[in-house]
């Protein structure tokens, strides 16, 4: 079968790879389509979570159930799924208080085992949940990263008709103003340097576009920049009391008076991808379709990968999600 493996930082190929086979507990599925993270670009192009080479790229996807292995009792052929993108073990203390995404040996699809830039994937059976059959599959796709924007909105613990900064519309940022549109919550405000990105968010889920330079006065916002500078930015910009929920990946470091956070009682809240909101967010993925379809930008094949990674990483992505059409959903 055709796949996308990365090897190393800047190494990513696409090879003719066997088909997989699940062992008992696991479950072969066909890959329908898949999205392109922000994450999947920076291991590629920085390595830092590189634990297996090569490993097969990509965690966002949704696709068909084509395999059962022994024991599999949850899922029948046919169904349709999108998976968890959280490996983990399930026997730490973490795990065993639901928490998951805070696994003492946690990793990701696409590093701690194969990933979905490919025609088939096997995965273990607790990482898959069932996607309703009338959702269209461009959508499934997104129930991934939707995930992870929902669980930066529950973090912040927002009142009704508190305004809301999102810094950053890219997936996860333009995702999480649906999420607030979706649920009647903010007003919105939505900030990034690419000003059609951010006009193209506002237009979808009715928000305001800002700047980071305003003296904006909200009590709440979303960093999903990756951005110190950015970042540094919000802190200046929110008032007092506000909390500030940190989901971008960053590079770099954050120098920072830490008087700052005691005598303007400023909370910085870490999102690390999400808790249970899973299924949540895939039953919130159909009223929410009209919203996300705007968002999303062309569908590629799997030998267009490569060169889609360097058009993204480029900026030069007309929507927010570039999804990988790999199979029919027939």
């Not at 951005?227 to 930015?233: E, K, T, V």
Request: charged letters at 20%; glycine letters at 10%; a negative charge.
């Amino acid at each position: 079968m055709k796949a996308v493996r990365l090897y190393a930082k800047g190494d990513l190929r696409v090879e003719n790879v066997p088909q997989p086979v699940p062992q008992a507990g696991w479950v072969r599925v066909r890959v329908t389509f898949a999205g392109i993270c922000g994450s999947d670009l920076h291991n590629f192009k920085t390595g830092q979570w590189i634990t297996r080479s090569p490993s097969i790229a990509g965690h966002e996807f949704t696709g068909v159930v084509t395999e059962l292995g022994a024991g599999v009792a949850t899922f029948k052929l046919g169904d349709i799924i999108a998976a968890d993108s959280r490996f983990w073990c399930g026997e730490c203390g973490p795990c065993l208080e639901g928490r998951q995404h805070l696994c003492e040996t946690l990793g990701f699809i696409g590093e701690a085992c194969d990933g979905c830039f490919a025609e088939e994937i096997i995965l273990p059976e607790k990482l898959l949940h069932l996607v309703p059959a009338n959702l269209a599959p461009q959508i499934a796709a997104t129930a991934e990263p939707f995930a992870v924007a929902l669980h930066a909105v529950r973090r912040l613990r927002l009142s009704k008709d508190e305004p809301v900064l999102i810094a950053g519309c890219g997936p996860i940022g333009g995702l999480a103003a649906v999420i607030l549109a979706h649920l009647g919550l903010g007003p919105i405000l939505v900030a990034d340097r690419n000003e059609k990105r951010a006009t193209l968010v506002a237009h979808v889920t009715g928000a305001s576009v800002g700047t980071l330079d305003q003296s904006h006065a909200v009590r709440a916002a979303i960093d999903a920049t990756g951005s110190i500078a950015a970042l540094r930015s919000i802190i200046d910009c929110v008032a007092g009391g506000a909390s500030i929920a940190l989901v971008g990946i960053s590079h770099g470091v954050l120098e920072i008076d830490p008087n700052i956070f005691v005598e303007r009682e400023l909370s910085l809240v870490g999102c690390h991808a999400f808790q249970q909101e899973m299924p949540e967010a895939i039953a919130m993925l159909s009223d929410c379709a009209a919203m996300i379809r705007p968002l999303l930008d062309r569908e590629i094949s799997l030998d267009e990968v490569p060169d889609a990674y360097a058009r993204i990483a480029a900026g030069k992505a007309q929507g927010l999600k570039t999804l990988i059409r790999v199979s029919a959903s027939e």
